[in-house]
DNA sequence: TTTTGTATTTAAGCTTACTTAACTTTGTCT
DNA sequence: AGACAAAGTTAAGTAAGCTTAAATACAAAA
């Protein structure tokens, strides 16, 4: 399979659990960097592939298919991750882009190697559930987003999204890392800003952007 | 860099290796499965890159700088080789199809980290040199193919060519290994085919073409 | 119900890496 | 030297994956 289609049927299914929401042509296109009306030609020719659900002018959606090419290339990625992250010592930043890269030109069969090794492990370094081979997806019960906790909770850091450099910077310059206690201190509802208090009992404040990027359990 | 232009640069530098004489559009084109105008307009375009001194109906001949261009993707593939076979265990008939892959979507950054993880090694599991980061290659002083070796004289094996699946089938059925010990008991002018001893005393003939893929140095 | 703005599709065109087929150069053989 | 076969080049065309710009559908407001 082409990189290309691999990246369109990732891009849905990441698209719509992050946001929740259906995936259009232009959302799409804007993730990949690319036209709209590449994103519709390729949609129409994926369509006619049975990978996806093809209606013009409607919401992009991926058949069982097309569900199961996705979750194949994401468990190649996040099994790359976790690979360079915890077998060669790269850093969290790092890795992501690597996997972005890896995750097309690995073989099932590679990928099955690298799982053994790897003792079969249901999340990626940033706290991301990594597919099985089935399609099975690890569960995420109680992990919600830093947001929902109350003023005066404590919870845990499950999941970092590394979205970009810049929030991978951040994470790092406030030595937010998974596993981490935190405590809600304040909610500022002016504008979603956050008060944390550290193990350490370092403050600090985070912003509601970079919030929406931090998820979590209550403790 | 385009896949298509590392492999052509890579595909000289081999076949100028494995021939000992100069590479020629058609000889290079039968190598990639691509049709020789297709090399000519490679050819014409690296040329002008000056990847490549490109002269009509001349022989290809690398550049310094592509040279090294070569080198860089050799040594990115033969580290791979090593790795997949040494960390995870994947046998040697794999790992050059695996690497053929992976080569070509390595960054120079994973690739150090992968060669210190194998504590900078010098050869591959084919026993092929791994060229160094500035492109030296290292030494294979005394390493001559298994026809070079006298009758009745020992050998020891240093490299094999693992050209095709087939080969390497044929490398497993004989239970020929790197660094197996052989002796030589006779040379069949006729055809030339050769006749060798095991360490276990068990004795078997391999044909000219098969031995061709052999290289060991004199014990 | 008609208008209007936004989202999507269609159309035409570009680039890369190929193909086949026709043509040209080279080097060898007589 | 001349002819010829082999090797290489040029030309024209294809498919994939994109682009921009024009045309069209949809959905929400008037």
Same mark, same amino acid.
């Given at each position: 399979m082409s990189v290309s289609i691999d990246?369109?049927?990732?891009?849905? %299914?990441?698209?719509s659990q992050e946001t929740g929401s259906s995936v259009t042509s232009s959302i799409l296109a804007e993730r990949? !960097?690319?036209?709209?009306?590449?994103?519709?030609?390729?949609?129409? &020719?994926? !369509?006619?592939?049975?990978?996806?659900? %093809? =209606?013009? %002018?409607?919401a992009l959606m991926l058949s069982d298919k097309g =569900? #199961?090419?996705?979750?194949?290339v994401i468990r190649k990625?996040?099994?790359?991750?976790l690979f360079l992250y915890r077998v060669l010592g790269m850093d969290l930043m790092s890795v992501h882009e690597e996997a972005e890269k890896l995750e097309h030109h690995t073989s099932d069969k590679l990928m099955?190697?690298?799982? =053994?090794?790897?003792?079969?492990?249901?999340f990626d370094p940033h706290g991301d559930p990594i597919p099985g081979i089935g399609g099975n997806v690890p569960s995420e019960k109680g992990v919600v987003p830093l947001s929902e906790i @109350?003023?005066?909770? &404590?919870? #845990?850091?499950? &999941?970092?999204? %590394?979205?970009?450099?810049?929030?991978? #910077?951040m994470f790092e310059t406030f030595g937010l890392r998974k596993d981490m206690v935190l405590k809600v201190l304040k909610v500022y509802s002016f504008d979603g800003s956050?008060?944390? @208090?550290?193990?350490?009992? &370092? #403050?600090?404040?985070?912003? @509601?952007?970079?919030?929406?990027?931090?998820?979590?359990?209550?403790?």
């Amino acid at each position: 399979m082409s990189v290309s289609i691999d990246n369109f049927l990732k891009n849905i %299914y990441l698209l719509s659990q992050e946001t929740g929401s259906s995936v259009t042509s232009s959302i799409l296109a804007e993730r990949l !960097g690319i036209s709209v009306a590449a994103v519709t030609d390729m949609a129409r &020719k994926l !369509g006619r592939q049975g990978l996806l659900d %093809y =209606r013009p %002018y409607r919401a992009l959606m991926l058949s069982d298919k097309g =569900r #199961k090419m996705a979750l194949k290339v994401i468990r190649k990625h996040r099994l790359w991750e976790l690979f360079l992250y915890r077998v060669l010592g790269m850093d969290l930043m790092s890795v992501h882009e690597e996997a972005e890269k890896l995750e097309h030109h690995t073989s099932d069969k590679l990928m099955e190697h690298i799982n =053994r090794f790897l003792e079969h492990p249901d999340f990626d370094p940033h706290g991301d559930p990594i597919p099985g081979i089935g399609g099975n997806v690890p569960s995420e019960k109680g992990v919600v987003p830093l947001s929902e906790i @109350e003023e005066q909770e &404590k919870c #845990k850091i499950k &999941k970092l999204r %590394y979205r970009d450099s810049e929030v991978s #910077k951040m994470f790092e310059t406030f030595g937010l890392r998974k596993d981490m206690v935190l405590k809600v201190l304040k909610v500022y509802s002016f504008d979603g800003s956050i008060e944390l @208090e550290f193990p350490d009992s &370092k #403050k600090v404040m985070i912003s @509601e952007k970079l919030a929406d990027n931090i998820f979590c359990v209550k403790q």
